[in-house]
């Protein structure tokens, strides 16, 4: 078998390489359409090179291609997760600026800050700006459904910080269109910062356009994302576009929008257009879901970045064990001239030009006799029918006197099913105003200020990836404000929940965290600081559950337990009381907490794999299996998961099923330079490996 590495004369070259499973969902070999995607993976050779491009030398990258009639693309797990290359084939041409060889990577910084400027499509995961995330070897998989479409499911867990995420992308059949969907996980028991965002890498032309349909647009600062820092206006929507600025390099504006956050986004939809070129790429999304849109100029290239924040200084707090999903769809677009309106059906452009108007049709799939039309208050009064397809664009001149009246532009299938339309008014009247304080409230609220530094700094990490005394700048901003209001019973919380963070943060295997005696003695004094912080405020049930996460890490069970007992029926609270009850030994008790923890928590993962624990503690297998079921659907690489799934089909019987198993779990733990521990995760969950056997 052969595989895609490199580029030449416009076509990618082919390497022999080593082959590696893909795993199948549904089989899709016996089912699939007859234009299922082709899918090719491998460990292939790529050229590094130090940060000066010298001392070349080859690394095998893990690597799936995924092709259809339309696209190319090449994702790279091994790259952290990232989507390396997307080419376009009815446009000949990358869609993004794709990563060139030899890499200039200095291996010993293996974090640095502008590994992310390798280009391609990058999830930012967990650290902020420039993580650990870009050059990790995540877990990965490929699923082949029986509809034809594929899908490289991509995980990544940090285990300092103790969030994970799962990056799914799909190509389906006769599609223009890459979906990209994301789920995030909180696997702390209390809420942390958290900053996903995702990143794409273009040239930067001369020919421009940025499409951002926002009236407003932010610089970068914190709580920009609350609106507290007083946006600018984004040049003002004319007739012909859906935002105005085709030029970032040159004109009165330029550099003053170098970086911009958009503000109250229209659309659901942003993007570029070369109109030189003649092509660009809308990002479909829920603008309700992620409001971030960010675009950032550099000299030789720019991002197009999005999030479910609205800036990336602010991070999101998120609470404990919660679980957070995102969908992109990227979808090159050519042929038209630009565009105005753009779905998961394709794109449209309108421009009117003296007696003319311009219209420009892009379709992400076939469609047979495709109905294109014109009308206004009179009615239709031009209308075309033809077969559009991503590979037949409609670009058209319609001849009419200018006037200023309405039009809406629609596109149907041969069933009158409408797939796009857009309504254009030349005259959109007043636009509307927002309200701004103009100033940044964490800069006169000094809980506010404690409370940012909590979520915002422990997401940094220097160059080699080591601790950062940054995370433990929430601490300190919670003691001084103690000082002066010793009874602030935030703050109390927050100093808690600042203590333990700073705690886990350090590891003995992790650099910049002196020896493991030290890392030992470091954490005991968090912890008992955290303790102490919390111990006035016992009595409140938020209090409560924190001081039982507490002695939980200081190996108290029995402590940690009336602990729980006393913070009520909090989803966090529960689980945390079921987990030293099954350390404890009494499962039997633990049935009724942890089953009431699963129900508040249906999308976490550590309730569901302690439900499995304990059921098979109970010597109830099959419940086992029952309760892992959701979350194996949602995140089907998690290694706990799969371990628990194996030892409840052996207790069951089912041996062929619990091998099949066990090798999955031996391929994935060898896909990765820091494997996940999964006895460590299994005593987290106050559950053993050896316990659960016998």
Not at 311 to 323: F, K, M, Q, R
Request: aromatic share 8%.
């Amino acid at each position: 078998m052969s595989f895609i590495n490199t580029e030449k004369d416009g076509a990618w070259s082919r390497r022999a390489c080593l082959l590696v499973v893909v795993m199948a969902t549904h089989g899709a070999a016996a089912g699939a359409a007859d234009h299922a995607v082709n899918v090719k993976a491998g460990n292939v050779p790529w050229k590094f090179a130090d940060e000066k491009g010298e001392n070349v030398r080859e690394v095998n990258v893990q690597q799936v291609v995924l092709e259809n009639e339309y696209l190319r693309v090449l994702i790279a797990p091994s790259l952290g997760g990232r989507i390396a290359r997307v080419f376009d084939k009815t446009a000949n041409a990358d869609v993004f600026q794709s990563v060139e060889q030899p890499i200039k990577w200095n291996v010993e910084r293996r974090f640095s800050a502008y590994n992310s400027q390798l280009g391609g499509i990058i999830v930012n995961f967990p650290c902020f700006h420039h993580g650990n995330s870009f050059s990790d070897n995540w877990n990965w998989r490929v699923e082949q459904s029986e509809d034809g479409s594929a899908t490289v499911v991509m995980t990544w867990t940090d285990k300092f910080l103790r969030q994970r995420v799962l990056h799914r992308v799909t190509m389906r059949p006769e599609s223009s269109v890459l979906t990209s969907y994301y789920r995030y996980a909180n696997l702390n028991p209390f809420a942390m910062g958290f900053a996903p965002w995702v990143n794409t890498l273009l040239p930067t032309r001369e020919d421009l356009q940025w499409i951002i349909p926002s009236p407003y647009v932010a610089p970068h600062g914190f709580n920009a994302g609350t609106l507290e820092v007083l946006p600018w206006s984004w040049p003002d929507v004319d007739a012909d576009s859906v935002c105005f600025w085709r030029n970032a390099v040159k004109g009165p504006n330029a550099g003053r929008y170098g970086s911009v956050f958009a503000v109250d986004v229209q659309r659901d939809f942003s993007g570029f257009y070369f109109h030189a070129l003649d092509r660009g790429l809308a990002r479909l999304f829920d603008r309700r879901e992620q409001r971030g849109v960010k675009l950032f100029h550099a000299p030789a290239f720019f991002e197009l970045w999005s999030s479910p924040a609205l800036v990336h200084e602010d991070a999101l707090w998120w609470e404990g064990y919660g679980v957070r999903r995102y969908q992109d769809e990227w979808m090159p677009i050519h042929g038209i001239g630009g565009y105005r309106e753009a779905n998961v059906h394709g794109a449209v452009n309108l421009v009117r030009s003296g007696g003319r108007i311009d219209v420009g049709v892009f379709l992400a799939h076939p469609v047979p006799d495709a109905v294109v039309s014109l009308s206004g208050i009179d009615g239709v009064w031009w209308r075309v029918a033809m077969d559009l397809a991503p590979d037949k664009p409609l670009r058209q001149t319609v001849r009419r006197e200018p006037d200023r009246m309405p039009l809406e532009l629609k596109v149907t299938d041969a069933a009158g099913r409408v797939l796009i339309h857009l309504d254009d008014k030349p005259d959109p009247g007043t636009r509307h105003e927002l309200n701004f304080t103009g100033t940044s409230l964490w800069k006169t609220n000094e809980l506010r200020e404690a409370l940012r530094a909590e979520q915002y700094y422990p997401l940094w990490r220097g160059g080699t990836g080591g601790y950062q005394p940054l995370a433990g700048l929430g601490a300190g901003h919670y003691r001084k404000l103690l000082e002066k209001e010793p009874k602030l019973f935030d703050a109390r919380l927050g100093l808690a929940r600042s203590l333990m963070v700073d705690a886990q943060l350090r590891g003995p295997d992790r650099p910049q965290c002196g020896t493991a005696e030290e890392v030992a003695k470091f954490q005991e004094e968090q912890l008992a600081a955290a303790l102490d912080a919390l111990t006035p405020v016992l009595k409140d049930p938020a209090a409560a559950r924190l001081a039982g996460e507490v002695k939980w890490r200081q190996g108290d069970a029995k402590a940690s337990a009336d602990l729980f007992k006393a913070a009520g029926d909090d989803a966090a609270a529960q689980l945390g009381l079921a987990r030293a009850l099954s350390a404890l030994g009494k499962e039997q008790q633990a049935v009724e907490p942890v089953r009431r923890a699963a129900g508040l928590l249906p999308g976490s993962a550590p309730a569901a794999q302690l439900a499995a624990g304990i059921a098979l503690r109970c010597r109830k297998p099959e419940k086992a299996l029952d309760a892992l079921v959701v979350i194996h659907q949602q995140d089907p690489l998690d290694p706990v998961t799969l371990t628990l799934m194996a030892m409840a089909h052996r207790a069951a019987g089912h041996t062929v099923q619990a091998a099949d198993l066990e090798k999955q779990i031996k391929r994935l733990q060898a896909q990765t330079d820091e494997p996940i521990d999964v006895d460590v995760e299994l005593r987290r969950l106050g559950l053993s490996a050896l316990t659960l056997q016998k």
